[in-house]
Each structure stands twice: as structure tokens, then as C-alpha cells.
């Protein structure tokens, strides 16, 4: 009885005697394995290119003495997880030798008392690849239910943080930072900070801090490290890119702003700076009233952000020996998969 494993596995012979490649389809597709034969190589390498092959047997002289060798190189770099075994009617030493340097798994003998030692070789073979490709297949999806696992994990850490906050009192989850939202506005116009502040309130959680140049814009960015950074464009001493670039570097979690006033054949736009593409958030801008929806959104994403900060530190304290065993175990069967994929 051939094992489960080998039924339905691909197998290519190469060899340019008829009657041994009419024999081993017979014998080996009693085994139930699909058998292609064809006594050219030019072909044979045309199949490993476009179908895998569970295991290849190569005649050493098809379709010229020692030619076999060629295409045992060629299957070995293209379709490297094929087993393959090299066949010769000649007993010599030598060749024996440049099989298995060549990568062959066995060199085989043609000859009639072989065939059965043939037949098992084979099997094995497609058994062993089809093992491991199972082995493969469950280890993928013991790692990816594992990382279901821990998204459970961070999730209920999430929510015991959440009653924990509500139960002891806490009106917000993301403590100081998320509750008052620091804001610096660049912008050679001395009124439009206080317009700012006027429709975002110290009281309902604003802190407003002007610069009216975008070298002041810098300065202060390094000493407040604000959240969000408004920009005007152009400002009188520096391009408002190179301001939110460096921003970036004094403060890279602030969230940049830039901004252009309306005026004669070109409308102003309103633009989130992050990453080499500004993405625009606002068409037709021409004062800050038009801004306080776009501000509200982007502070309630700021706070979404601190509160994940929150809770991926403190589910980090809590698991951090589990998370480390975790880590070191997923980067061993990861690996353990990449090697048997070579």
C-alpha cells in the first residue's frame, strides 16, 4: 500500500529509452503518482519551469553521456524543493559522485533487481515533501491563530484598562496629553492666533501658542513640542516645507498642518503634511473658522493615538515575559519554515 502522502504527487522521468520510461510510468503510476516522461531536455526544463514536480528522475546519458548532469543543475536552481534521482545503466564510481554533488538525493542503477528500491526511493520522496508541506501548512496556521490569540489578548487588555478607568473615576483614559491639545500657529498675521483662540478655548481643552515667523515657529516647537503645528503658506522668512520638516525632526509625533489663503485665480487649500506627499484636507480655505471641524478630527485622532500608546504599554509591562517567549518561539518556526523552503 503506498502511504496517502504519495498518491496524486507530479513525477518527471527524463530519459530517451522507451521502454524504461513506458516501465516507470506503468510501475509508478500504479502508486497512484501522475508520471510525465519525455526524452528531451529542452522540454524537461520547460516543465520544471511551469509545473512542480514532487520528484524528477534523470537518465545520466539522455540525451549524450554525462548530459543528465546539465539538467540536475538546471532542476536544482529552478524548482529547488524537487527530490531527484539520478539513473545510469553505467557502474562507476565517478558518476555516483557528481549525482549526489550535483544535489541529486540518490543515484540508482537502471537495472531490474533496482526497480523495487526505485519504486521505494520515489515514494519516500513524494511522502517526504508532501509531509513537510503539511507540516508547513499547520505551523502557518498555528501562527496566524496564535496572532489571533494575542489580538484577543490586547483587546481584553483594552477593555479591563477601560473599566479600570471608569471604576476609579478617570475622566479620561489618555491622562494630560489627551485632555488639553497643544497647538502652535505660524502665521506672519498677528490676529489670527487670537482668532484661533477664540474659537478653540482654553476651556474646552485648547492651548494656543503663536509664532509669527517660521524661524520662531521652530524655536518653539523645540521647547513645547506641540501636537499640531498650523503653517502658513508662503511666511516671510522660510518655505512652510522646510518649517514642518523640521518640525518633524524636533517633534515627530506633532501632526503638521499648512495652509493657503484664497486669493485671485487660485483658491487656498488646507493640506496635512506627513510622510513626502501632503495629503489635502480643505479646498476654498479663507479664515480659521473653516478649521475647526478639520482641528476637532485630527485632536480626536490624536487622542485615539495616545490611548493606543496607553494601552500597548501597559499590556507590555503586564505580558512582557509571555511576549518575549512568544516572539522567540515565532521567530524559530518561522525560520524553520523558510529552511525547509529552500
Partial sequence: MTPHFASGQEVLVVDQDQKVARGLESVLGKLGLVVTATADPIRAQDLLINKFFAVALFDVDTPASGAGFELLRFARDRSPLTS????????????????FRGGATDVVIKEPDAVPYLKERVVAAANDLAATADRNTLLEEMLDMHEDFLRRMREMSRQNVDLEDRVLGRSSPTGGAGDTCSMLVVDDDGEIAPAYERLLPEAKGWRITAAL????????????????????????????????ANVKKISPDSISIVYRLDRPGAPGEVMLVEGSRPMSLLSGYAGPEQLVGVLAEVREGIRQKVKERRYLQLFRQTNLEFLNRYNNVRQRVQAMIARSKK
Fill in 213 to 244: 515667523t517660521g524661524g520662531e515657529g521652530l524655536d518653539f516647537a523645540g521647547e513645547f513640542r506641540p501636537q499640531i503645528v498650523l503653517v502658513k503658506d508662503p511666511l516671510p522668512d522660510l518655505p512652510a516645507r522646510m518649517v514642518t
Fill in 84 to 99: 531527484i534521482l539520478m539513473m545510469t545503466a553505467r557502474k562507476a564510481f565517478d558518476i555516483g559522485v557528481a549525482g
